[in-house]
């Protein structure tokens, strides 16, 4: 199991598609011995990989110290972040905190796409120095694209540059229109382009020899299945599952994309949250409307649980709204 937690809301950018609307920490963030009383609920729960994650995690002054905490209890520590901030003293000082890895963000192979979708002039080159650390110091990286309609093209390219970067692995996160994403909802795929991408990324999967993960998009599940292609992971979307996230004032959700609060981690143990939450119970139902109740890839896939609450008024049980597979059998458009 996996869980991330937004250890800040404070970020050096301004991301045009940030589910958190980062940027100003908040004055209720949970403080350090309220951080450590939280992992130790999550190890409690039985989560194996601890994300931290932001905002920028790496503004925050004690997240060495939380890292080290995290890895004597036995959890996975690894992060996610844009990479600006990292220094080799920090990634040295994050490696003997016992940091399994980092995600580092990078959206274009263009250096100015990227930093126009990051708002952070020089975000590009900063992200990439940031790799360059991580080898230098030995710290496992991974690399993270956001997919939206107008770098679609640019995706096998980004693989490549991973690759030569000697990043571990290539994770696409497919835009859901949450936070400030909303505001750029259209440029998330559609059904058809949706199906196209996830096809190609499975594609080249055959192709490569680091792990590429699509990230909402389930089904890459299905996808690699019919292109029988084998996958270390056994479900699509682990949103109240195997996964879900806390934010920088303890507040629980599903997943980073439905935006939803279902408890408080300063009222109520995390461990109790996970096990008695309804709309945790509810998710672990698999109890779906429409196509996906009834689909053949209900239990490895389950579509996108925040795409299906965005565009069905908050009821995340609906069917995935883009996903062409219909009725056992993949609609023509």
């Not at 589910?19 to 951080?35: K, P």
């Not at 981690?265 to 509810?282: A, G, L």
């Not at 196509?291 to 896939?301: F, L, R, V």
Request: overall charge negative; proline content about 4%; glycine content about 8%.
């Amino acid at each position: 199991m996996i869980i991330s937690w937004n250890s800040t809301n404070q970020c050096n950018m301004f991301c045009d598609h940030c589910y958190r609307d980062s940027g100003v920490r908040s004055d209720q963030e949970l403080n350090t011995e309220e951080a450590k009383a939280l992992l130790e609920e999550i190890k409690k729960a039985g989560f194996r990989i601890m994300i931290f994650s932001g905002g920028e995690p790496l503004m925050r002054d004690d997240l060495v110290e939380l890292v080290a905490y995290a890895k004597s209890l036995g959890l996975r520590p690894v992060l996610g972040s844009n990479g600006t901030l990292l220094t080799p003293q920090l990634a040295t000082d994050l490696k003997e905190a016992g940091a399994m890895g980092i995600g580092i963000s990078l959206d274009s192979i263009h250096p100015k796409k990227h930093d126009k979708l990051r708002q952070y002039q020089g975000a590009w080159e900063e992200a990439v120095n940031a790799m360059a650390i991580c080898r230098e110091v030995g710290l496992s990286f991974q690399i993270h694209t956001t997919v939206m309609d107008w770098n679609t093209p640019e995706l096998e390219a980004l693989t490549d540059f991973a690759i030569e970067q000697q990043a571990v692995a290539h994770h696409f996160f497919f835009l859901v229109p949450t936070g400030r994403g909303a505001n750029i909802e259209d440029t998330s795929l559609r059904a058809a382009e949706y199906e196209s991408v996830i096809t190609r990324i499975m594609q080249k999967q055959k192709e490569v020899s680091i792990e590429l993960k699509p990230t909402c998009a389930p089904q890459f599940m299905r996808i690699a299945r019919e292109l029988d292609i084998e996958t270390r992971f056994g479900r699509g979307c682990l949103a109240g599952t195997a996964y879900c996230i806390i934010s920088p004032t303890g507040k629980v959700q599903p997943c980073a994309y439905m935006d939803m609060e279902i408890g408080d981690v300063r009222q109520t143990p995390f461990s109790e949250i996970w096990q008695k939450s309804p709309v945790f119970q509810t998710l672990r139902s698999l109890e779906y409307s429409g196509y996906c109740g009834h689909c053949h890839y209900k239990k490895s896939c389950g579509g996108c649980r925040a795409r299906a609450a965005y565009y069905h008024d908050g009821d995340y049980m609906a069917e995935e709204p883009w996903c062409l597979y219909r009725g056992g059998q993949k609609e023509v458009t």
